[in-house]
């Protein structure tokens, strides 16, 4: 069953430092695996991906890793920013099934 | 103009009301989706479609039902709402080739 967990509901940084959030899927088939980023009373937008055939891509500040052993990926700010506080969302593509599922969000609040 | 444009942007209505959410885009895109956000639940798919003539349910379809009248239009019906639909509604498209999805802005609905 294809599910994403993410156990952390918030995080909390200062300016400059580096956020981790973090997230755990099921799925064992070819994915994309993607992080959005959520603004209040706005939609979720893109942030960043990652093919299940990589371990690294890098965008900028925002560098996503992918650890296929243990099922398990993390998004990795650096240096954070006040702008960077959003709810973030890791998403599975789902494969074959295209079915785009997400996990439950991570709050990040990044202090000035 | 928004790529992803959904209509209402807020809803109040009864419980047994019947109510329709529509969503257009410009994208050019197959795949549609609809999404419900709850706090600490995170995004969950309702339906999703990859053209006119496939729809496919999601996590929780139950209460719902989709329209896909054209390739650029994906609309969600609640036949009969109940209070625990209450919830902020979002729209996605994706293209197949990139997995990226575009959300609308949302649809705020309340069932009294």
């Known amino acids: 069953d294809q599910q994403v967990k993410q156990n952390s509901p918030s995080l909390s940084v200062q300016e400059g430092r580096i956020s981790i959030l973090n997230c755990d899927y099921t799925?064992?088939?070819?994915?994309?695996f993607l992080w959005y980023k959520k603004y209040p009373a706005e939609g979720p937008t893109f942030l960043i991906s990652i093919s299940s055939i990589k371990d690294k891509n890098e965008d900028g500040r925002f560098t996503v890793f992918l650890n296929k052993s243990a099922k398990h990926l993390s998004l990795h700010i650096v240096p954070s920013q006040p702008g960077d506080s959003a709810v973030y969302f890791c998403a599975d593509s789902g494969g074959a099934t295209n079915k785009l599922i997400f996990g439950t969000g991570t709050l990040l609040a990044v202090q000035p | 103009d928004a790529d992803v444009t959904q209509t209402p942007r807020n809803r109040i209505t009864k419980t047994g009301k019947r109510i329709m959410l529509e969503c257009s885009q410009t994208k050019g895109h197959d795949r549609m989706y609809w999404y419900r956000q709850d706090p600490g639940l995170g995004l969950r798919l309702i339906y999703y479609?990859?053209?006119?003539?496939?729809?496919n349910k999601g996590e929780i379809s139950d209460g719902y039902s989709v329209s896909r009248q054209a390739q650029a239009k994906f609309s969600l019906s609640l036949e009969s709402a109940i209070p625990n639909q209450t919830a902020l509604y979002f729209c996605?498209?994706?293209?197949?080739?990139?997995?990226?999805?575009?959300f609308g802005q949302g649809t705020r609905l309340t069932v009294v």
């Open positions: 479609s990859f053209d006119v003539k496939d729809i």
């Open positions: 996605a498209t994706s293209d197949p080739g990139g997995y990226e999805a575009f």
């Open positions: 799925n064992s088939m070819f994915d994309y």
